[in-house]
């Protein structure tokens, strides 16, 4: 349940012992340089894509990220990001990676017009309300990744991974015009000995969707790997990391 607690933002933005903007840019420079390294022992000519996790950090932490030079931020809570988008520069690319029920949706895709992705598609309700709100706004098609439940845990979101996870891929593929498939997404568990098994399962679910959809698996992303896992999911084929605390310091 880590992830999904909610906490009461204004509060964490006035306590929070902001990390200065050096070590922010530091801390940002490490991770390049190990995703890279990570990238390189593997053979990938391309380094994974990094998104910074700035959940309950204040926009001016953000911003000292945006002036090192990072384009790419990940939020969790509407409410949040809805906020401190407006706040910060407009070429800033928005993934959303928290839980999205439908009746979020709205407000999400109204507020942050710059979103460039969900990675948290859980469920075709889901898939049909965003296709249709896509659609209503006028907005180009959204980028999606269908989140998959690799661990097991009854606390994780996520689809089960095999027939769930193809039938829904599948559903946004052929019946969602407004949304693209851009990959897949887990979270996988604290426990540092299962996290192999769960990027494997993720990379299984890959080749079955791919498969059945026809499609080749370089176009399909995975989205695996945070603070404590990010070099191990990068040399298992992560293509998009999702690193939170080792940039902005603990969370509060
Ligand atoms: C919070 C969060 C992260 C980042 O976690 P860190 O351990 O701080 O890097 C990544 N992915 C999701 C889905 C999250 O909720």
Known sequence: MRYFVCRAFHKTVMNSNEMSTQSIANSLAVVLRQASEASQRVGNTIAPRLVAVSKTKPVADLQAA???GQRHFGENYV???VEKSPELPND??????GHLQS????ALLEGVPSLSCL???DSEKLANKLNSMVENLGRDPLSVYVQVNTSGEESKYGVEPGEDCVALCKHVATLCPHLRLAGLMTIGQPDYSSRPENFETLKKCRKE???ALGQDEQGLELSMGMSGDYVQAIEMGSTNIRVGSTIFGRRS
């Open 79 to 81: 409410q949040e990001i």
């Open 66 to 68: 945006y002036d090192a």
């Open 119 to 121: 990675e948290t598609l």
């Open 92 to 97: 800033i690319q928005w993934h959303f990676i």
């Open 209 to 211: 969707v791919c498969q």
């Open 103 to 106: 009746n979020k949706v709205k």
